[in-house]
């Protein structure tokens, strides 16, 4: 009863270094999506996907690749970290590719510090 | 676009008062409405949702009705208790597809219930 796996869920980095943010999910969902949650900023979405192969940006790209070899997996890359980039970081997932009526799971989160 | 704002926090209560969190959204067509609730430490909850006007959402003693009147979706609860004090999001979902696929949040409000 896994549902959304986050690894890390603590990291420190220094700036310029680069790191991957894995997300996994078993629910077969289509669609999956990360988001950077600030304080009284609300959660802001960084990229999503509708499905292997298929990635876009959201509201805060800049700074962040993300790809979508397969179903499962959806793992987040930080180039060169900035302490901009400091925050808590959020993968979820939902059943369908298209309709946002529908809830999403989310994993317990990576809090990255960028010193 | 769609949007969604919440009353700011945070707010304490004493456990057993009554709560209300305002959430008050903008949006074309007949959007879902959905509150999700995190707990320290943990990644966001779906909590209650409801996918038309005039339904009423509940779980945990919690409440909340989609009045499109008002474009409001405010979340209840009679009789709060230290175990609720979290962080809750009020979120809007798009019903039609096309290109509106993400969620909507509010900023989130920091509720604490104290002995």
């Known amino acids: 009863n896994a549902g959304v796996t986050q690894t890390p869920k603590f990291q420190v980095l220094k700036t310029g270094q680069s790191m991957t943010l894995q997300c996994a999910q078993d629910m077969n969902h289509e669609y999956m999506s990360w988001y950077r949650q600030d304080p009284g900023m609300g959660l802001r979405l960084i990229h999503y996907?509708?499905?292997?192969?298929?990635?876009d940006q959201g509201e805060v790209p800049n700074g962040y690749n993300v790809s979508r070899s397969t179903t499962e997996d959806f793992p987040l890359r930080l180039l060169s970290a900035a302490p901009s980039q400091t925050s808590v970081y959020f993968c979820?997932?939902?059943?369908?590719?298209?309709?946002?009526?529908?809830?999403?799971?989310f994993g317990d989160g990576t809090r990255l510090s960028i010193l | 676009g769609n949007s969604v704002t919440q009353m700011e926090g945070p707010v304490t209560l004493s456990e057993e008062a009554f709560l209300t969190i305002n959430c008050t959204y903008t949006a074309t067509g007949y959007p879902s409405l959905f509150w999700y609730v995190q707990y320290p430490g943990e990644g966001l909850q779906l909590l209650l949702k409801?996918?038309?006007?005039?339904d009423k959402g509940s779980n945990k003693g919690f409440e909340a009705t989609y009045r499109k009147e008002t474009t409001s979706f405010h979340l209840e609860k009679g009789s709060v208790q230290v175990s609720d004090s979290a962080v809750y999001f009020c979120a809007l979902g798009s019903n039609s597809g096309g290109s509106n696929y993400k969620l909507t949040f509010g900023k989130g409000t920091l509720l604490t219930v104290n002995p």
């Open positions: 409801a996918t038309k006007a005039d």
């Open positions: 996907s509708v499905g292997a192969g298929i990635t």
């Open positions: 979820a997932s939902r059943a369908s590719k298209v309709y946002s009526n529908q809830p999403q799971h």
